[in-house]
């Protein structure tokens, strides 16, 4: 009987071991996984060196709450991220630039097209005194400063007398 005893209050001292065991063996790895994630998570983020070592740090010190901090304090927005992005605008700018479209039919135009080849819309003027193309709305010439200096309307009829 006395046996009986001892054997399962050491069985029963031992599954409490391993199961201590198996928790801090559970909690180490989750604890060195986050430390990685951080590292990982960080890195595709900011290549500012100390900002990365803060968050592995703060992975490593704090093991779970010091990833929560992380989670509120990392960047919003991943390199990856942010490069599409720029791309995406140089993208849409390069759109604006090169696909330029006639205002009446929607032709496309070059830019230095002075009207529309599929509707004949005026599109640009030529500069009387350089020759530089102008958009229609601009009074003076930006390349050579004709009609500058006289307000918008005098420069206007200016630009129709001979120079
Ligand atoms: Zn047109
Ligand atoms: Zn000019």
Same mark, same amino acid.
């Given at each position: 009987? &006395?046996?009986?005893?001892? @054997?399962?209050? $050491? ?7 391993? &199961? ?13 996984? $986050?430390?990685?994630?951080?590292? +990982? #998570? ?21 093991? &779970? ?8 304090? =990392? ?5 990856? #991220? ?11 700018? @390069?759109?604006?630039?090169? +696909? ?7 032709? +496309?135009?070059? $830019? #230095?097209?002075?009207? !529309?080849?599929? !509707? $004949? ?5 030529? %500069?009387?005194? %350089? ?12 390349? %050579?400063?004709?009609? @500058? ?7 206007? +009829?200016? *630009? *129709? =007398?001979?120079?």
């Amino acid at each position: 009987m &006395g046996m009986m005893r001892l @054997a399962l209050a $050491s069985s029963t001292s031992s599954l409490i071991g391993y &199961g201590i065991t198996f928790l801090v063996a559970y909690g180490v790895a989750l604890w060195i996984s $986050s430390v990685i994630w951080a590292w +990982r #998570d960080i890195r595709s983020r900011t290549q500012d060196f100390i900002f990365q070592i803060f968050a592995v740090g703060l992975a490593v010190v704090f093991p &779970g709450l010091g990833l929560l901090v992380y989670l509120v304090l =990392r960047p919003r927005q991943t390199l990856a #991220d942010l490069y599409e992005r720029q791309l995406e605008e140089e993208s849409l700018l @390069a759109e604006m630039t090169e +696909r330029q479209t006639c205002p009446t039919c929607h032709y +496309r135009v070059e $830019s #230095d097209f002075q009207i !529309c080849p599929s !509707c $004949s819309t005026k599109l640009r003027r030529s %500069c009387p005194r %350089c020759d530089h193309l102008l958009e229609l709305k601009w009074n003076a010439c930006p390349y %050579c400063g004709y009609g @500058a200096g006289e307000g918008g309307r005098s420069s206007a +009829r200016s *630009s *129709s =007398r001979p120079v």
